[in-house]
T-cell receptor
Framework: SAVISQKPSRDICQRGTSLTIQCQVD?????MFWYRQQPGQSLTLIAT?????????ESGFVIDKFPISRPNLTFSTLTVSNMSPEDSSIYLC????????????FGPGTRLTVL | GENVEQHPSTLSVQEGDSAVIKCTYSDSASNYFPWYKQELGKRPQLIID?????GEKKDQRIAVTLNKTAKHFSLHITETQPEDSAVYFC????????????????FGQGTILTVHP
C-alpha cells in the first residue's frame, strides 16, 4: 500500500486561530480525501481533494471553514479555519492508490485540540 | 446519499470464540464494502473488503459475506485472539459517477470488540 504521512501529528490551538494539516503520499494516487473523526465516533468525509481544482465538499462542510488544496498527485493540505472547541477531532487524509483499485488507505491522522 | 448502519456497537467474546458484526446499507448501487480495524490511537487499517459481484471472501480467520438483495454484509472473525480487540468499522462505496464519488466511503458507527483471554 502507499506510505502516507501527515503533519503535524497533533496540535493544541486557541479558538479563533487556523491550522493547516499536510498529507504526503510516496506514490501517485487517484483520489485523496479528508475525513474527520470526533472523539469516540466514526469517520465522516469532509471533502474530496481534487488535483488542480476546487475540492468537492460533503453536506455540512464548507470551503470557508475547511479550505483544501491539492497542487499535485501526491500532496494535499486541509486548513481548519477560525477554530472552536467543537473542531477538536482527529483529521485523517486517505488515498485511493493507482495500484489498488478502490482500496483506500489512511494516513496516521492529526489530533487537534482546540481550547 | 448512502447510509450505513452497524451492529452491535459493542461485542465481548472469550478467546477462541467467533465474532460477527453486521452492517446494512441503503443505496443498492453501492458496489464496494471494506472493513477497517482501528486500534486505540492508530489509523484505520483495511483488513478485508468485498465487491458486489462476490458473495463471500475469506482471508485466514476473517471472512466477509454480502447479501445484495437484503443490502447487508457481515464480518466474521473465527478463533478470536486478544489482539483482535479493537474498533471495527464497515463502510460502503458507490461506483464512480463523474469522477467525484469514486472511492468515497460512508462508514458505519463502529463496533468495539473485546476479546477476553
Amino acid at each position: 500500500s502507499a506510505v502516507i504521512s501527515q503533519k503535524p501529528s497533533r496540535d493544541i490551538c486557541q479558538r479563533g486561530t487556523s491550522l493547516t494539516i499536510q498529507c504526503q503520499v510516496d506514490s501517485q494516487v487517484t483520489m485523496m480525501f479528508w475525513y474527520r473523526q470526533q472523539p469516540g465516533q466514526s469517520l465522516t468525509l469532509i471533502a474530496t481533494a481534487n488535483q488542480g481544482s476546487e475540492a468537492t465538499y460533503e453536506s455540512g462542510f464548507v470551503i470557508d471553514k475547511f479550505p483544501i488544496s491539492r497542487p499535485n498527485l501526491t500532496f494535499s493540505t486541509l486548513t481548519v479555519s477560525n477554530m472552536s472547541p467543537e473542531d477538536s477531532s482527529i483529521y485523517l487524509c486517505s488515498v485511493v492508490s493507482l495500484s489498488f483499485l478502490n482500496e483506500q488507505f489512511f494516513g496516521p491522522g492529526t489530533r487537534l485540540t482546540v481550547l | 446519499g448512502e447510509n450505513v448502519e452497524q451492529h452491535p456497537s459493542t461485542l465481548s467474546v472469550q478467546e477462541g470464540d467467533s465474532a460477527v458484526i453486521k452492517c446494512t446499507y441503503s443505496d443498492s448501487a453501492s458496489n464496494y464494502f471494506p472493513w477497517y480495524k482501528q486500534e486505540l490511537g492508530k489509523r484505520p487499517q483495511l483488513i478485508i473488503d468485498i465487491r458486489s459481484n462476490v458473495g463471500e471472501k475469506k482471508d485466514q480467520r476473517i471472512a466477509v459475506t454480502l447479501n445484495k438483495t437484503a443490502k447487508h454484509f457481515s464480518l466474521h472473525i473465527t478463533e478470536t485472539q486478544p489482539e483482535d480487540s479493537a474498533v471495527y468499522f464497515c463502510a460502503a462505496s458507490l461506483p464512480r459517477s463523474g469522477g467525484t464519488s469514486y472511492g468515497k466511503l460512508t462508514f458505519g458507527q463502529g463496533t468495539i470488540l473485546t476479546v477476553h483471554p
